[in-house]
């Protein structure tokens, strides 16, 4: 048994049994996971608790009961309940809930969605935007151009059959179909049409210009001023998407220069843009935009960052704030093609291996923003501090550490240390407590970052010998001060300029003592009765005791 996440919920048996059940709230559940990407409800396990009560049973009967009134409080939710038997003898019902192939709802028209670990209402405009990702009739499987299947550029044809036969990622069974069957399987064609799909991917430019949709693709360059310096077009739909990725990165320069670093008594390659970071921003602008609407994509290049501007809003669900952890896929089976011929990897992974790429390199982290209609991902070019890149080469080389460990030194060596919560947030972790085990990993073990503090105020900051080893160790400053000097100095301070304000106490002590620590500072001294103070709010004044 395991914690809440995206794709479990856990719910108290009592919410089906009883005088307190409560099928609405339920119907409403499996609503969220069915317009998400499906799930289970584990019914019968407390909150706060891994395992249904020892003593717990679960009639057989309930198993119908469960399936048969889901199906009538919901529309397009199909359910699978399973009586599952605990590692301490008690019982409790798995309810898979399926991912929905049209829009879910209860059947009085309420909408909801699953998003991270809790079910949230579908409310005004963003009900139609459930709506148009979620068709009745996906867009990829439309045939409404009536291109026939024999008029397909064999060409592509045999190039993209190709890559499907030589991957690792495709089964044997299907690598053994027919050319023709091969298409069907992916969606391509069916009863001998190409489908939206198989349009875009093996179809004549005039047929694929047909599609509306087709994308269109923008580089341009700009100077130190902002002033365009230089501009590539892809617009002649001469290119699938996948042929696309490889063409981009191929034709701009830019994406090929490098810088040399100093690697003692060598000199250290490194590329202006890493090929990966460049080919997953590609690959996620080709694969996730909404292909029932126009636009370009664009490359804005300049001289520190990298701008790439999809049009179409983020899938209902995701957002700047937790698209590190959120998956969506809005073109199924595009998605799945992308996959299989290693173009991309698995769902969910590719901001994670921009945020490791990023920080290994001494660089930002990527950072996404949403407009009205578009959405932009910035990517730094240049490197931050030099020292970060050997810091972050030597910890990997000795270690072997995973993705999300270098993700959090990274964070880490870039700052003079960060709180639980701070790094938490910067993760686009709901709680800081998810930091140790999903994160942090064995750096605590491996001496590769200590801490100070406790619970939410525990502060991480990376080893000073490591620091020190990769000439990172800078000026001492007060932020990793220990509370018991903090209290000992503001005690000091009072002493020789009573009637002061937090913030000229702040002032006075340093400066980079965080405002947040001080002040928890303070109030530890007022309770133990070392200080006093008089007024409120900004008018607040503090002394030290007169016994």
């Known amino acids: 048994m395991t914690r809440e996440t995206q794709n479990l919920d856990q719910k108290s048996l009592r919410v089906i049994t009883g005088s307190t059940a409560d099928w609405s709230a339920l119907a409403a559940d499996c609503v969220c996971f069915a317009n998400a990407s499906g799930g289970c409800l584990r019914i019968g396990v407390e909150d706060g608790q891994m395992l249904p009560p020892a003593a717990q049973r679960v009639p057989v009967e309930m198993l119908d009961r469960l399936r048969k009134r889901i199906g009538e409080l919901t529309v397009n939710v199909q359910v699978a309940p399973t009586l599952v038997v605990a590692e301490n003898g008690g019982e409790c019902i798995d309810l898979v809930v399926a991912r929905s192939i049209g829009v879910a709802s209860t059947v009085d028209g309420r909408y909801f969605l699953r998003v991270g670990d809790a079910c949230k209402p579908v409310v005004g405009d963003d009900v139609l935007m459930l709506l148009n990702d979620r068709p009745q009739v996906p867009w990829e499987t439309m045939r409404s151009l009536g291109v026939p299947l024999a008029e397909a550029a064999p060409e592509k044809v045999a190039a993209l ?70 501009k590539w077009l892809w617009a002649d739909y001469l290119l699938s998407p996948m042929e696309l990725v490889e063409a981009i990165w191929v034709e701009i320069p830019d994406f090929h220069e490098s810088y040399e670093l100093p690697d003692g008594l060598l000199r250290q390659k490194l590329p202006a843009y890493d090929p990966r970071v460049v080919r997953e921003l590609l690959v996620n602008a080709l694969v996730h935009r909404p292909y029932t609407q126009r636009g370009d994509i664009f490359l804005n290049l300049h001289p520190d960052r990298l701008e790439v501007v999809n049009p179409g809003r983020l899938p209902l669900g995701v957002t700047p704030q937790n698209i590190l952890h959120a998956s969506r896929r809005r073109n199924e089976r595009l998605a799945t093609l992308f996959h299989d011929v290693r173009l991309m990897e698995k769902e969910g992974s590719g901001f994670d291996l921009m945020y490791d790429i990023q920080l290994s390199q001494g660089r930002s982290v990527p950072v996404p923003k949403e407009g009205p209609d578009s959405v932009c991902v910035t990517v730094g070019r240049r490197v931050l501090r030099v020292e970060l890149v050997k810091l972050m080469a030597d910890a990997d080389a000795r270690f072997q550490l995973r993705p999300r460990e270098r993700i959090c030194l990274g964070l880490l060596a870039a700052s003079e240390g960060l709180t639980a919560r701070e790094l938490a947030s910067r993760l686009e972790l709901a709680h800081a407590d998810e930091l140790q085990s999903a994160w942090l990993g064995r750096l605590l073990s491996l001496g590769l970052v200590q801490s100070s503090g406790k619970t939410q105020a525990t502060r991480y900051f990376v080893a000073p010998a490591l620091l020190k080893g990769s000439g990172l160790d800078g000026k001492t400053t007060l932020r990793r001060m220990e509370p018991h000097r903090l209290r000992a100095l503001i005690v000091e301070d009072l002493a020789r300029y009573p009637d002061s304000s937090s913030g000229d106490i702040n002032r006075r002590v340093g400066p980079e003592v965080p405002y947040r620590s001080l002040k928890r500072a303070l109030d530890e001294l007022t309770a133990k009765g070392q200080i006093q103070h008089e007024g409120l709010a900004r008018g607040r004044r503090y002394r030290l005791r007169q016994d």
Request: proline letters at 3%; aromatic letters at 2%; charged letters at 30%.
């Open 161 to 230: 059959l190709q890559q499907l036969r030589d991957s690792d990622r495709v089964k044997d069974s299907v690598k053994d179909k027919g050319d023709a069957e091969l298409l069907t399987h992916y969606g391509l064609s069916e009863g001998g049409v190409l489908t939206h799909l198989g349009v875009l991917l093996v179809g004549r430019p005039a047929d694929r210009a047909r599609l509306g949709s087709a994308p269109v693709v923008q580089a341009i360059k700009y100077d130190e001023l902002g002033q365009k310096v230089n």
